[in-house]
């Protein structure tokens, strides 16, 4: 070994050197006057999962995605559970199947939700995207609001406990399987969540009230912030309900008209494409009906609020009313939002989880059912960050033969990259990538919150590289967040 | 206070040679001196900053996309600069939530065993990690026996 260890050495640079995935990296261009011409993350989509998954019995599948993604795990497993009840032949599940998947569905949102809130999004909502990056982080938050923290671990825990009831294991739940599920929940299970809901409701009517306050306190701040019009696009019930486990695609426009509605997603193909771009191995989906220009969308917590007609939960109903006033009519389109939209998910899955742990139909005895077998089928779940698209076909050996994935991230390429050139259209200065710039393209980002481990491949040594380059091809400056 | 020492094995199997920390802490599990608490993830989340608080002392296993050698181990100081994004949380990042807000009191290490093939999506170590994973084992359950 030639490394030297220095076990007493007190000094570290942990770089993400240990991680090989969760690399982000941003390119501005600029034009022959200097301004920003454009801006590209660039987030390399995966290669080879198709490859790993063909040849493999299509009962493995849903366990096997879960490989995919650390942070979702479970919005894999179900995307491709739903895909493998098809194939199974099974239209509809049992109410007890298709409970439990929900509260395991709504487990991973709420947990999600409250990682992403206390860990990334807190800081900025509590002191503000432009304020002392040395204050803005979870020592500040410790400062300021003690409590906090454990709020956020412990509603974190809340929903990786409702996973493992009802997927059966931490990771590598094996709870969905093709035609329903393989266990019910016990009365045992059930009582002790149900005593945890008061404390966890309180807790999300809390994130709530911060992101609003934030949101409408600095809103001549951040209304402008990355933000841009754009169509939006999510599954929604047939009554037009939030459904974030099963329903109809529908995407609207920047003005709120509806562009696609009720659509099966197994059609999924007869108004969604994927454009090319020669710099990103990531592709950008746009509706067919609108063409490349125009039809790129916005998936995930601000786009479901723009997309759905109501939330079928109290609190969660009147905090998207709030919400959704912001657009006076129209869709929001604060990019911030997303923060605001999230913590309102947060309080819809924990009103979820309540309705479903009330429910005796989680305690039923039919699991699994099954039919005549089919050839190919779609599954698609909206996930914590938006819709997520499940596509495979199956040999009559019961082999995968083709696998096709858009994950939420993907959705997002088109409206990430206008974000970034936003900010860094009103944020540069010059030709330098000033530490503000930097910090300014991780909160756009950030609203965002990209599956790097599910949509990325390639390794890296920096979590965020930004370069600026000139007309000319040239290297302008480079700035790495370290 | 649950234990003295915590193994956390970090990485995705289904990559190649990301899988080493997983690999390395798989072969604590069969074969785990006493005293020591072995698990397994992905990647490092929140809630292992609550775990930090029950240990003297953790070593996190994960691959390391750079470096000559086989490994190298290293004490982790607290940082708490803050992520963009909730699918990369770092070490130093963990260890200042866990001092911070559950007042853990242990030593984190990292021990980062040099590999070289990530961008397959097929489970095995490549031959040269494989190889860096045996020296990674001797040299831990040496350190182990001191700790």
Same mark, same amino acid.
């Given at each position: 070994?030639?490394?030297p #260890?220095?076990?007493?050495?007190?000094?570290?640079?942990?770089?993400p $050197?240990?991680?090989?995935?969760?690399?982000?990296?941003?390119t501005?261009?600029?034009?022959?006057?200097?301004?920003?011409?454009?801006?590209?993350?660039?987030? #390399?989509?995966?290669?080879?999962?198709?490859?790993?998954?063909?040849?493999?019995?299509?009962?493995e599948v849903?366990v096997?995605v879960?490989?995919l993604c650390?942070?979702?795990?479970v919005?894999?497993h179900l995307?491709?559970?739903?895909?493998?009840d098809?194939?199974?032949?099974?239209?509809?599940?049992?109410?007890?199947a298709?409970?439990?998947?929900?509260?395991?569905?709504?487990?991973?949102? /709420?947990q999600?939700?409250a990682?992403h809130?206390?860990?990334?999004c807190?800081p900025?909502l509590? /002191?503000?995207f432009g304020?002392d990056?040395?204050?803005?982080?979870?020592?500040g938050?410790?400062?300021a609001h003690?409590d906090l923290?454990?709020?956020? #671990?412990?509603?974190?825990?809340?929903?990786q406990?409702i996973? &493992?009831?009802?997927?059966?294991?931490?990771?590598?739940?094996?709870?969905?399987?093709?035609? %329903?599920?393989?266990k019910?929940?016990?009365?045992?299970e059930?009582?002790?969540?149900?005593?945890e809901?008061?404390?966890m409701?309180?807790?999300? &009517?809390s994130?709530?009230?911060?992101?609003k306050?934030?949101?409408?306190?600095n809103?001549?701040?951040v209304?402008?912030?990355g933000?841009?019009?754009?169509?939006y696009m999510?599954?929604?019930?047939?009554? %037009?309900a939030m459904?974030l486990?099963?329903?109809?695609l529908r995407?609207?426009?920047h003005? +709120?008209?509806?562009?696609i509605?009720g659509a099966?997603?197994?059609?999924?193909l007869?108004?969604?494409a994927?454009e090319?771009?020669?710099?990103?191995?990531m592709?950008?989906?746009f509706m067919?009906?609108?063409?490349?220009?125009? %039809?790129w969308?916005?998936? +995930?917590?601000?786009a479901?609020?723009?997309? #759905?007609?109501?939330?079928?939960?109290? &609190?969660?109903?009147?905090?998207?009313?709030? /919400?959704?006033?912001?657009g006076?009519?129209?869709? $929001?389109?604060?990019?911030? +939002?997303?923060?605001?939209?999230?913590?309102?998910?947060? &309080?819809?899955?924990?009103?979820?989880m309540?309705?479903?742990?009330?429910d005796?139909?989680?305690?039923?005895?039919?699991?699994?059912r099954?039919g005549?077998?089919?050839?190919?089928?779609?599954?698609?779940?909206?996930?914590?960050?938006? =819709?997520?698209?499940? *596509?495979?076909?199956?040999?009559d050996?019961?082999?995968?033969?083709?696998a096709?994935?858009?994950?939420?991230t =993907?959705?997002n390429?088109?409206?990430?990259?206008?974000?970034v050139?936003k900010?860094?259209?009103?944020?540069?200065?010059?030709v330098?990538i000033?530490?503000?710039?930097?910090? *300014?393209?991780e909160?756009?980002i950030?609203?965002y919150?990209p599956?790097?481990?599910?949509?990325?491949?390639?390794?890296?040594?920096?979590p965020?590289e930004?370069?600026?380059?000139g007309?000319d091809?040239?290297?302008?400056?480079?700035?790495?967040?370290d | 206070?649950k234990g003295k020492?915590?193994l956390?094995?970090?990485?995705?199997?289904?990559?190649?040679?990301?899988?080493?920390?997983?690999a390395?802490?798989?072969?604590?599990e069969?074969?785990?001196p006493?005293?020591v608490?072995?698990?397994?993830?992905?990647q490092?989340?929140?809630?292992?900053?609550?775990t930090?608080?029950e240990?003297?002392?953790v070593?996190i296993?994960?691959?390391?996309?750079?470096?000559?050698?086989?490994? !190298?181990f290293?004490?982790?100081?607290?940082d708490?600069?803050?992520?963009?994004? !909730?699918h990369l949380?770092l070490?130093?990042?963990?260890?200042?939530?866990?001092r911070?807000?559950?007042?853990a009191?242990?030593l984190?290490y990292?021990?980062?065993?040099?590999?070289?093939?990530?961008?397959?999506?097929?489970?095995?170590?490549?031959?040269?990690?494989?190889?860096n994973?045996?020296?990674?084992?001797a040299y831990?359950?040496g350190?182990?026996t001191e700790?």
């Amino acid at each position: 070994m030639s490394i030297p #260890v220095e076990t007493s050495a007190r000094k570290i640079t942990i770089e993400p $050197v240990t991680r090989v995935e969760g690399h982000g990296k941003v390119t501005i261009l600029l034009d022959d006057d200097g301004k920003v011409q454009q801006a590209r993350l660039h987030i #390399v989509e995966f290669r080879g999962f198709e490859r790993f998954i063909q040849g493999r019995p299509f009962w493995e599948v849903p366990v096997i995605v879960q490989r995919l993604c650390g942070i979702c795990p479970v919005s894999h497993h179900l995307a491709a559970a739903k895909a493998m009840d098809i194939i199974v032949g099974v239209d509809e599940l049992s109410p007890t199947a298709d409970k439990m998947r929900r509260l395991m569905h709504y487990g991973q949102m /709420f947990q999600s939700h409250a990682l992403h809130f206390f860990h990334l999004c807190s800081p900025d909502l509590l /002191f503000g995207f432009g304020s002392d990056p040395k204050q803005r982080n979870v020592l500040g938050v410790a400062a300021a609001h003690p409590d906090l923290a454990v709020q956020g #671990v412990n509603m974190r825990r809340f929903g990786q406990e409702i996973i &493992l009831a009802t997927a059966g294991k931490k990771i590598h739940g094996t709870g969905a399987i093709p035609g %329903g599920v393989n266990k019910n929940l016990t009365i045992e299970e059930r009582d002790k969540f149900l005593a945890e809901i008061p404390q966890m409701k309180e807790w999300a &009517l809390s994130a709530v009230a911060i992101a609003k306050n934030y949101t409408v306190e600095n809103l001549s701040t951040v209304a402008d912030f990355g933000t841009f019009p754009s169509n939006y696009m999510s599954l929604v019930r047939d009554d %037009g309900a939030m459904d974030l486990y099963h329903g109809k695609l529908r995407a609207i426009d920047h003005n +709120g008209d509806k562009l696609i509605d009720g659509a099966p997603y197994s059609g999924y193909l007869d108004h969604i494409a994927e454009e090319v771009r020669n710099w990103s191995y990531m592709k950008f989906p746009f509706m067919k009906n609108m063409g490349t220009e125009d %039809g790129w969308y916005r998936v +995930g917590p601000l786009a479901r609020m723009n997309v #759905v007609d109501f939330i079928d939960t109290p &609190l969660a109903e009147v905090a998207r009313q709030e /919400f959704v006033a912001l657009g006076a009519g129209a869709p $929001v389109h604060v990019t911030m +939002g997303y923060h605001w939209a999230r913590m309102i998910e947060l &309080l819809h899955s924990l009103e979820e989880m309540e309705r479903l742990l009330n429910d005796p139909d989680l305690q039923g005895d039919e699991l699994v059912r099954t039919g005549e077998r089919r050839s190919e089928a779609v599954g698609v779940i909206e996930a914590p960050r938006g =819709t997520l698209i499940h *596509h495979y076909e199956v040999d009559d050996n019961d082999m995968v033969t083709m696998a096709n994935l858009i994950v939420s991230t =993907t959705h997002n390429n088109e409206g990430m990259n206008r974000s970034v050139a936003k900010v860094a259209n009103d944020y540069l200065s010059g030709v330098e990538i000033t530490e503000g710039l930097l910090n *300014h393209i991780e909160v756009a980002i950030r609203a965002y919150d990209p599956c790097l481990s599910c949509a990325t491949h390639a390794m890296g040594r920096m979590p965020l590289e930004v370069e600026l380059v000139g007309a000319d091809g040239k290297q302008l400056d480079r700035k790495v967040k370290d | 206070m649950k234990g003295k020492v915590l193994l956390l094995g970090i990485g995705n199997p289904s990559r190649k040679d990301d899988g080493l920390g997983p690999a390395l802490a798989a072969r604590f599990e069969a074969d785990c001196p006493e005293g020591v608490d072995v698990d397994a993830n992905y990647q490092l989340s929140l809630e292992d900053a609550c775990t930090l608080s029950e240990y003297e002392k953790v070593v996190i296993l994960d691959a390391s996309a750079k470096g000559d050698g086989a490994f !190298t181990f290293e004490e982790v100081e607290p940082d708490p600069a803050k992520e963009f994004s !909730t699918h990369l949380i770092l070490p130093p990042s963990i260890l200042s939530i866990a001092r911070e807000f559950f007042q853990a009191e242990g030593l984190l290490y990292v021990l980062g065993m040099r590999g070289y093939d990530f961008e397959s999506f097929e489970e095995g170590l490549t031959e040269v990690a494989a190889a860096n994973l045996e020296e990674s084992e001797a040299y831990l359950r040496g350190w182990l026996t001191e700790a």
